[in-house]
């Protein structure tokens, strides 16, 4: 592993697929620009809109949404997180997966991750999310790639934030950088996003990259923002705040060795 930029990119989706990956590419152009290898887009990066229309054109959504990873990959020679994405079920037309994809600058998948804890809450603005009613929970732990000069990078997407045991197995793999895409909810962002990132950070000395939807998608369906990038002691290395952007902070492994042997945590675990 060596040092290196990751950035963690904030945006507002739409139902517009197209409109979605322009201004996805136009967010990753400036990572790229401001040097980053390793570049995470936000759960629901290609489509957020009505459930029953995301349903309609899953195939389509998926299509596009992994050739996109793959051309931006190979065109601009980093690594990539598609944070989220309805990918489809075989013989099951009624509901679909939320994938994450991680692709590398040759275009390769390197790893996938069907997203596990599905956000069926009523939030207490009024709002009502039920995405079990179209969405099939994934039924493994999501993994850990060695990314060899870019670390070992895990992944979990939005809701996984908050099950603590999903970064603890992904800590107990060995990893070093955890993704953490999500689409928050403003009401519950405000009071809940910033300090449960910090507490995964923390808790498992990893350095968290978390992309973000932020504004207003559709109707009432309100995001949070704030894309940051966290360092192993829980520090905010880099935020978008409220804005679309991108945050970028450097992935540093003898930062990561030093908070490690400061707070050696990880190795104190009696409970495995």
């Avoid at 990753?28 to 887009?41: D, P, R, S, W, Y």
């Avoid at 195939?59 to 990918?87: C, D, H, N, W, Y």
Wanted: glycine letters at 8%; hydrophobic letters at 40%; aromatic letters at 8%.
């Amino acid at each position: 592993m060596k040092s290196y930029l990751a950035a963690a990119v904030c945006m507002t989706s739409t139902p517009d697929v197209e409109a979605n990956l322009n201004q996805a590419e136009e967010l990753i152009e400036l990572a790229v620009n401001q040097g980053a290898k390793l570049i995470g887009l936000p759960e629901n990066f290609s489509f957020l809109g009505r459930d029953e229309d995301k349903i309609a054109q899953v195939e389509t959504i998926a299509t596009k949404s992994e050739k996109f990873l793959i051309r931006m990959a190979q065109r601009f020679q980093v690594t990539i997180l598609g944070g989220g994405f309805p990918t489809p079920l075989k013989g099951d037309r009624t509901k679909a997966y939320n994938t994450a994809m991680l692709v590398d600058a040759n275009g390769m998948e390197l790893a996938r991750y069907n997203k596990v804890h599905l956000f069926d809450v009523n939030v207490p603005d009024g709002n009502n999310y039920q995405e079990s009613k179209t969405v099939m929970a994934g039924d493994a732990l999501p993994p850990v790639y060695d990314g060899k000069d870019l670390g070992k990078i895990g992944l979990s997407i939005c809701y996984d934030v908050r099950f603590p045991e999903v970064f603890r197995h992904l800590s107990r793999q060995g990893a070093e950088v955890m993704f953490i895409p999500a689409a928050f909810t403003a009401y519950t962002g405000k009071d809940h996003w910033q300090v449960l990132l910090q507490a995964r950070a923390i808790e498992n000395t990893c350095y968290v990259v978390a992309p973000a939807q932020t504004g207003n998608h559709y109707a009432r369906r309100c995001s949070h923002g704030h894309a940051v990038v966290v360092d192993p002691w829980g520090g905010i290395i880099a935020s978008t705040g409220s804005q679309i952007g991108v945050a970028i902070g450097e992935i540093n492994p003898q930062r990561l060795q030093q908070v490690r042997l400061q707070m050696p945590s990880l190795q104190h675990r009696v409970f495995n």
